[in-house]
Nanobody, 115 residues
Framework: QVQLVESGGGLVQAGGSLRLSCAASGTIFSINTMGWYRQAPGNQREWVAG???????SYRDSVKGRFAISRDNAKNTVYLQMNSLKPEDTAVYYC?????????WGQGTQVTVSS
């Protein structure tokens, strides 16, 4: 069974930065395309960024140029560097396989950006 543990969230002022981490277990991590997702209050969960097994990356338009996804296969960990944060980035952030997430999700990590 896949287990995902996200960390690194917090409260930051607009324009600030955070680095999220997600440790995965129970899967052959290196072959998975991984993604970061987020869910703001009252909204559906949305995909934010993805990274393939060969390191190719993709982003939703609203975070392009501000967020960077990376991975360390030796540590079974995927990261999300978030710069120039905006209040609209406030959400609980999750990682999972992309584009089709596994059935189980981690607890997520809360990111709150104050204006």
């Amino acid at each position: 069974q896949v287990q995902l543990v996200e960390s690194g969230g917090g409260l930051v002022q607009a324009g600030g930065s955070l680095r999220l981490s997600c440790a995965a277990s129970g899967t052959i991590f290196s072959i998975n395309t991984m993604g970061w997702y987020r869910q703001a209050p009252g909204n559906q969960r949305e995909w934010v960024a993805g990274i393939s097994s060969d390191g190719s990356t993709s982003y939703r338009d609203s975070v392009k140029g501000r967020f960077a996804i990376s991975r360390d296969n030796a540590k079974n960990t995927v990261y999300l560097q978030m710069n120039s944060l905006k209040p609209e980035d406030t959400a609980v952030y999750y990682c999972n396989q992309a584009p089709r997430p596994w059935g189980s999700w981690g607890q997520g990590t809360q990111v709150t950006v104050s204006s």
